[in-house]
């Protein structure tokens, strides 16, 4: 099925419309700028983060810190050549039940080209006040990204391997301008987090359809107690879990029909030192998918960012 | 490889949201100060928190009271998790209230696991669900061990 798609007219995504979307080395910059001065005039903490790097579970980012993210994907590619893609991601805490974020995306195209692929402004409300047998969360993204845009963090529709073969010269001149809604569903239980996103996009270029995805996740720290001394290899600072993703078809043709979907073992290093590491080997389900997709991603937590932010513009001093 | 500067609508945008995130990022009240610790006026009413806890939470006990390493493994999970907000002796900051007073230390150790449970999402403190049952086990056990408003170090 794939390898028709591949060999044939281009695929659905390219159906819609062109236009130009170019590099941005300066938004790049800027990112990497801003991810370089914030230890500067922060102080870190330990981060307890989740294992995921697609699916979300219902814990948003504490109040007033941000973390800041940077992730990778190297992807295989049939009918087209491999890529590596990345985007930083500011993820900011700024209550305890709003996490906005702050995605600059990217890739590399084996053979082909480096470019900088779009944007998203994405938002997390949390629904329930306290904790209730499932914890909904309510999430909203405006993405503004190009055609070439390789970092599948998440999958809709009927997103397709044979999507992501065009040389970047093509695909970066289709723009989209996308609003996904997602909603969250997780519970933790005796160390078990179980999670369930839907997910809901509609490209707001054109005449396109809302489409449908799914994300599924479960995951455990390999120790529930924590050492009574700190330690880097302590087996409570390691989460390990899996992840299933994968699209829905959209409004007009709503099912598993050429549609694509992953499983992906993922685990999480918690260090002392205050960073995060993951590392997610992915597996492509079924022709229409990718063969293989290795995630890896690292982080670091800054609490009380928006105090430091607040004393540059003279608020009120400790 | 081509360096066509960035659309000019898609620089607008950028900026757009940029200016957004820069607004909740420097005007939200989630950023109050650390620093030395205030009482405020509605701290009566964080503290009122803990009365909402249900029958049932109350009574329950802490399954780590004799484990003798569960006060330090508990300092170390607040020193991580919970001294930015409360102060790295409990004391309370600016963002968040002293967990010395009579209204916690006289809470039971049930009480104080719901509430951390929970959190008090509408005044800035987070659900703690994600820490696993006998880690907030451990640091309840740490908040009953502290003296009531003193100074003293915390356990290593």
Excluded at chain 1, 225 to 246: D, T, V
Excluded at chain 1, 280 to 290: E, I, K, T, Y
Excluded at chain 2, 70 to 78: C, D, I, M, P, S
């Amino acid at each position: 099925m794939k390898s028709a798609l591949s060999t044939q007219q281009p695929p659905a995504r390219s159906s819609r419309p062109r236009r130009r979307i170019g590099d941005a080395p300066p938004a790049i910059l800027t990112a990497f700028f801003l991810f370089l001065l914030t230890p500067a005039f922060v102080t870190p903490a330990r981060a307890q983060e989740s294992s995921y790097i697609v699916t979300y579970d219902h814990y948003l980012e504490e109040p007033g810190s941000l973390e800041v993210e940077y992730f990778s994907t190297f992807g295989t590619q049939r009918g087209g050549n491999d890529f590596h893609s990345f985007w930083a991601e500011f993820e900011y805490g700024a209550t305890a039940w709003w996490t906005t974020e702050l995605y600059f995306d990217g890739q590399t195209t084996f053979n082909d080209s480096t470019i900088f692929t779009g944007f998203r402004w994405e938002n997390r409300f949390r629904l329930l006040q306290r904790e209730h047998f499932i914890n909904p969360v309510l999430y909203v993204e405006y993405e503004q990204t190009s055609g070439a845009d390789k970092i599948l963090k998440e999958v809709e529709g009927h997103d397709v391997e044979a999507d992501y073969a065009d040389p970047n010269s093509i695909s970066r001149q289709e723009h989209d301008h996308e609003i996904e809604t997602k909603l969250l569903l997780s519970k933790t239980f005796q160390g078990w987090n179980i999670a369930e996103n839907t997910i809901a996009t509609k490209n707001v270029t054109g005449g396109n359809p809302w489409e449908f995805g799914y994300a599924l996740g479960t995951s455990r720290p390999l120790a529930l107690k924590a050492s009574a001394h700190r330690c880097n290899f302590c087996r409570e600072n390691f989460i390990a879990g899996i992840e299933m993703y994968g699209g829905l078809g959209d409004r007009h043709s709503f099912g598993l029909h050429e549609t694509s979907h992953y499983l992906a073992p993922v685990v999480a290093w918690n260090l002392p030192s205050d960073w995060t590491l993951r590392l997610s080997p992915g597996f492509g389900l079924n022709d229409n998918s990718h063969r293989f997709l290795l995630r890896w991603g690292v982080s670091r937590e800054f609490p009380n960012f928006g105090s430091a932010i607040a004393r540059l513009f003279g608020g009120r001093k400790q | 490889m081509t360096t066509t500067m960035i659309r000019p609508a898609t620089k607008a945008n950028l900026l757009l949201i940029a200016a957004a995130f820069a607004l909740a990022v420097a005007t939200l009240p989630a950023h109050a100060q650390g620093g030395t610790y205030v009482p405020k006026k509605n701290d009566g009413r964080v503290y009122a928190e803990l009365t909402k806890a249900p029958k049932k939470a109350i009574a329950r006990r802490n399954p780590m009271e004799k484990d003798p390493d569960a006060e330090a493994a508990g300092a170390n999970l607040f020193d991580q998790h919970c001294a930015e907000c409360h102060g790295e002796l409990a004391e309370g900051t600016r963002k968040g209230p002293s967990l010395r007073v009579d209204q916690v230390q006289q809470a039971t150790p049930g009480t104080l696991f719901w509430l951390l449970t929970n959190g008090v999402v509408r005044r800035g403190m987070p659900v703690w669900s994600k820490l696993p049952e006998p880690e907030r086990w451990q640091i309840v056990s740490y908040l009953k061990s502290l003296s009531p408003e003193t100074t003293e170090p915390k356990p290593q």
